[in-house]
């Protein structure tokens, strides 16, 4: 887990953690990922990925949604679709995903045996059918 207090000073905060960053072993894809709901009931998910400078975007609407941690593993288990379609094409290596949800990353801290719940399992599924190594890390949110 990323242990990390925001100073307030939003530029700073993102340098402090872009340095963090930079002590992690090297991945050959470091994605982004972040779901929102918003109480009118619409929910959303953005996918940024950055590999050999290259940045790909994604963003969907999202349904099924019908609270923020719904909508943060929703992300997560379209981000694990879109790499299963793709693995032929994936580059080897380390994959590493950040999310702001810790709610997430606690559930799935859990591991793929003690999930009782469907998105995580799914979730589980989709990632060992990748066959390549993931990494999960916590991103405070509005400083990467």
Do not use: W
Request: glycine share 6%; net charge positive; with cysteine.
């Amino acid at each position: 887990s990323f242990g990390y207090n925001k100073s307030g000073d939003s530029e700073k905060d993102k340098r402090r953690f872009l340095d963090y960053v930079n002590t992690l072993p090297p991945a050959a894809i470091n994605i982004y990922v972040d779901g929102s709901y918003s109480p009118d009931g619409k929910a959303g998910a953005a996918i940024v990925a950055v590999t050999n400078s290259e940045v790909h975007t994604f963003s969907a609407s999202l349904v099924g949604a019908d609270c923020s941690y719904k909508a943060e593993m929703l992300t997560l288990c379209l981000l694990a679709r879109r790499l299963l379609r793709e693995r032929s094409t994936l580059p080897h290596g380390i994959i590493r995903v950040f999310t702001d949800s810790k709610s997430c990353l606690e559930e799935l801290n859990l591991g793929r045996s003690r999930q009782r719940k469907m998105l995580p399992f799914a979730l589980f599924e989709a990632l060992r059918k990748i066959g390549r190594q993931f990494h999960l890390q916590f991103i405070p949110a509005h400083v990467g």
